[in-house]
């Protein structure tokens, strides 16, 4: 059937061929302008819609799926600041290599700087924040326009989830009619029955994706790995450093490359390597206590490692960073972006490599020079750590405490999505390894506390897992919108919703002392957020206790529907807890 005009021509062909590329979902946010696109996704029988009214979560809600898939969730939104919303998750997407694709709707080119209802200069709105741009033409039925088109949309997911994957930039320009209205074949927005003119290719596409794109994995080359396979042979100190990742090292690849080596693995809780069936089965310590101990007098007593073998992004644990920034050895960081993700500016070595096939190449020799020494202090650490934490949250109901425990209750499988300031840095320290299937995510891009829990229910609505949202009181009342999207896009969670009744985390720096503090960095709120149980038609309820805590939480990882549980506590008392642990772990180390 022809299209009744070339903007729904034009809709449709897109959209189709963003489906024949593999995606099966979109969000749509409400608009005039970006009617031909939102009619198209809406009777897409492949592609399943959400739909979101404030673009601001609709994007960060893309991000939490593609953080969970490894694939765009496309955006589409009406022309103006709708778009300028994407911008907090684009900066998300790009800092943290997460694919996502914006289809922003646009006026005609004669209207900018015209003083045009609704219309800014949408070019480039991003910057470089995307991998790719691309101010598309307007509709026309020509089928050269229209391969154009089809190339675009293979061209767009390509570059979305390539080697270096992260956002993708189209601004889709139409003019009026917007909606399906049939246009004379005479009109310039008309489709003439034989537009194509016998050009197949053009008017149906083609079995599949128009485009089919295909990138290799990039192995590193013989030389280089005889060349750090000789350094870890060498070693006698050496470390396996696993920082955040959403698809990186995976965990057969680590387990062969740790029993090679026999060092021990640091391993990220956002890197998926700090959890699962490997934490059990290997014969070295798989570490997640070392933001409780790097940098006290008993490890630095240790001496510095020969050798650090890197993968993923920067490390969440400052002490962990500053323990590799003040190391006197030889550094190796793979990343397959070539991304240089090393802020303390100490690697030697960089391979632009994929994880999983540089891990294989080393391995594939045996490689074991570690002493039994090296590895029993980092078991010796991790079992003083542990112990103490055990003890700690046994008697003292704290922030801290409330992570470790949701960390070892989590259901196996389950996804955790932990929020930015004190929420990941205490399941940094305090999620204990286990063999659990438990994906955990944040939003380490950026570390924004913006669009939390939309890319929480984001992560939730790709997968079967139960969803466990751990956040703060000020990245709640941020993204409070987001609640929306447990109704409309029919996602449950179990939401721990930490309130210390303003930003703790700066209690941590030195600001805490001057007479700004607590106006102007602690801003104490004193907001109650019970109402929200009624508005997003949600469970609230507040725990006073830590038994309470733990048997309402494994009461709703078990329920259907989504219950916020509420704990409270003294951010300045957190702190002091936080210090008494620490100095408790360094007391026990220097006694062991």
Not at 131 to 137: A, C, K
Not at 245 to 262: F, I, M
Not at 470 to 484: E, F, I, K, S
Not at 555 to 566: L, M, P, Y
Request: aromatic content about 6%; proline content about 7%; overall charge negative.
């Amino acid at each position: 059937m022809t299209p009744p005009n070339v903007n729904t021509l034009w809709a449709e062909t897109l959209v189709a061929e963003l489906a024949a590329g593999g995606v099966d979902a979109v969000c749509l946010s409400p608009g005039s302008r970006s009617t031909p696109l939102t009619i198209a996704f809406a009777e897409q029988p492949d592609i399943e819609v959400f739909s979101h009214l404030d673009e601001r979560s609709a994007a960060f809600f893309a991000l939490g799926r593609a953080r969970r898939t490894g694939e765009p969730t496309p955006l589409v939104c009406t022309s103006g600041t709708a778009a300028a919303n994407y911008h907090p998750a684009v900066i998300e997407a790009n800092q943290s290599g997460v694919p996502l694709l914006m289809l922003t709707a646009d006026r005609p080119p004669e209207l900018i700087d015209s003083g045009a209802n609704q219309t800014v200069d949408q070019e480039k709105l991003y910057g470089d924040a995307v991998r790719w741009y691309r101010d598309m033409p307007e509709p026309e039925a020509e089928p050269r326009k229209v391969r154009m088109l089809r190339t675009t949309a293979a061209r767009a997911l390509a570059k979305s989830t390539g080697t270096d994957p992260g956002p993708v930039h189209l601004n889709c320009r139409f003019r009026k009619p917007l909606e399906p209205t049939p246009m004379p074949d005479d009109d310039p927005a008309g489709v003439p029955a034989d537009w194509a003119g016998g050009d197949d290719a053009a008017e149906a596409g083609r079995d599949g994706p128009f485009v089919a794109t295909n990138e290799g994995v990039a192995a590193p080359d013989e030389r280089t790995v005889r060349r750090v396979r000789d350094s870890l042979r060498a070693a006698e100190r050496g470390l396996i450093v696993t920082g955040p990742a959403d698809d990186g090292l995976g965990a057969a690849s680590l387990e062969r490359l740790a029993s090679a080596t026999g060092f021990p693995v640091l391993a990220d809780p956002l890197s998926d390597l700090r959890f699962g069936p490997h934490v059990d089965r290997l014969d070295v310590p798989v570490c997640g206590g070392y933001d409780g101990y790097l940098g006290s007098d008993s490890t630095d007593a240790w001496g510095d490692p020969d050798v650090v073998l890197r993968v993923g992004a920067s490390p969440t644990s400052k002490p962990l960073r500053h323990y590799l920034r003040d190391a006197d050895c030889r550094q190796v960081l793979v990343d397959p972006t070539g991304g240089w993700s090393e802020a303390e500016f100490t690697a030697t070595d960089l391979l632009v490599a994929d994880p999983d096939a540089t891990a294989d190449a080393l391995a594939a020799e045996p490689l074991g020079g570690v002493t039994e020494s090296w590895r029993e202090q980092f078991a010796t650490a991790e079992r003083v750590h542990w112990d103490a934490v055990a003890e700690t949250v046994a008697d003292t109901y704290w922030e801290g405490g409330v992570l470790a425990d949701v960390a070892a209750l989590a259901p196996d499988p389950a996804t955790l999505f932990v929020s930015n300031s004190m929420p990941i840095r205490d399941v940094d320290r305090f999620g204990r390894p286990r063999d659990a299937d438990l994906t955990v995510l944040g939003n380490r891009g950026a570390s924004g506390i913006d669009g939390i829990t939309s890319t929480a229910l984001g992560a939730g609505s790709a997968t079967a897992d139960p969803l466990v949202l751990v956040t703060g009181d000020l990245a709640y009342y941020h993204d409070m919108n987001g609640l929306l999207a447990l109704g409309r896009c029919d996602v449950d969670a179990t939401v721990v919703l930490i309130n210390n009744d303003g930003g703790g985390i700066f209690h941590m720096l030195p600001i805490e002392d001057h007479p700004t503090f607590e106006e102007q960095f602690r801003t104490p709120h004193g907001l109650d957020f019970a109402p929200t149980e009624a508005l997003y038609a949600l469970e609230f309820e507040r725990v006073a206790d830590r038994r309470e805590f733990r048997e309402r939480f494994a009461e709703s990882v078990r329920t259907d529907g989504t219950q916020v549980i509420e704990v409270q506590f003294d951010a300045a008392d957190s702190h002091a807890v936080r210090d008494r642990l620490a100095e408790a772990v360094a007391e026990a180390l220097a006694s062991d």
